[in-house]
């Protein structure tokens, strides 16, 4: 009998990956049938996405050898005490080369001031050019699949890249920082600050009142992490103070943000839909098939959710 594939994912998101999953999964030499309903007993593996309509319970779901999170954030399911399964989070070349674009994107145009000078075409010749990303250090909170690629990519440019992770780690061109000083020491350096960590307890508030002065006066502030990373009263006091310059936020503790948040309003916050990255079916599905080719061979499965540290 072959394998049977639960896509749990949404039911508007299946008619965008039935056929690059059925590919995958024939690319990697698997033979399976995937589904959008079975009865629970007798599905293999779930593909998971959270949702109103994707399973909560997963007790009933007795022979499933593993969970795929089309998301590569999993707070959502992380700590679903019916999960005893395997859990393993999204890491999609096509979701991180997003989440790369959408970094640099902003983290050039901060550099370079282009809201001013999109706001400044009134006849005024104002030859102020702007400092080159040598000059402008950019501290990254985070340096898993995302963080790390973001890094990279900015380090590539020329720009001074301090990174932030919860375990000492080494990368060529980057100043890699850990524990409490190190987030101090990369604040205390960076002019704009990303966050690309996932929601977990440890992660909750981690730009709060206290570490937002360790910033320069005037530092800007890209979240495409989550909205839990921020303490949101602290950052709208922050740039109401002066101290924050600029906010740019993708994610929110509500989703949509309501639309009478004062982010809407402030001139100082951009605020985007959560947009910033998202898994693409033609590159995620050789993922999912290659670890569903993995679990039935026997091998470990890639990009396995630490249960205990969240993510
Ligand atoms: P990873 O799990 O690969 O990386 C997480 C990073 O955060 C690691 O470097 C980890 O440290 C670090 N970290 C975790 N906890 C702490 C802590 N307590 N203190 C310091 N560092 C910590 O995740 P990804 O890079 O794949 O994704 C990051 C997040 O991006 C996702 O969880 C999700 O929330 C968000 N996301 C947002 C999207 C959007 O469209 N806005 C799209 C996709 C993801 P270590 O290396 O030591 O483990
Ligand atoms: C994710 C996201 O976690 O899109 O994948 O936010």
Known sequence: MKPLVLFAGGEARWPDWQGPLAEALA???????IT?????????FILYAPGDDTPG??????????????????????????????????????????????????????????????AAQDGRWNPVAP????????????????????????AGMGFEVLGWS???????????????DGLRHALGRAQIAVTLLPATAGTENILDAETLTWLPRGASIINPGRGSLIDDAALLAALDSGQIGQATLDVFRTEPLPADHPYWRHPSVTV???IAAETRPATAAHVIAENIRRSLAGEPLLHLVDRQAGY
């Not at 690319?27 to 049938?33: D, I, L, Q, T």
């Not at 400092?131 to 900015?154: D, I, K, Q």
């Open 27 to 33: 690319a990697a030499g698997v033979k399976a049938e």
């Open 36 to 44: 959008t309903e079975a009865p629970a007993g007798k599905v293999d």
């Open 57 to 118: 319970d997963f007790t009933q779901f007795t022979r499933c050898r593993a969970v795929f999170s089309l998301w590569a954030g999993v707070e959502r399911i992380v700590t679903n005490p019916t999960l005893t399964q395997p859990l393993c989070r999204m890491v999609d070349p096509g979701l991180t080369r997003g989440m790369v674009e959408y970094v640099a994107g902003h983290v050039l145009r901060l550099h370079l001031g282009l809201d001013a000078v999109l």
């Open 131 to 154: 400092p080159l990303a040598s000059e402008r250090p950019v501290a990254m909170l985070g340096l898993g699949a995302l963080g790390e690629a973001c890094a990279r990519a900015l």
């Open 166 to 180: 919860r375990r000492p780690k080494s990368l060529p061109g980057i100043a890699c920082h850990h524990g409490r």
């Open 272 to 274: 985007t839909p959560h």
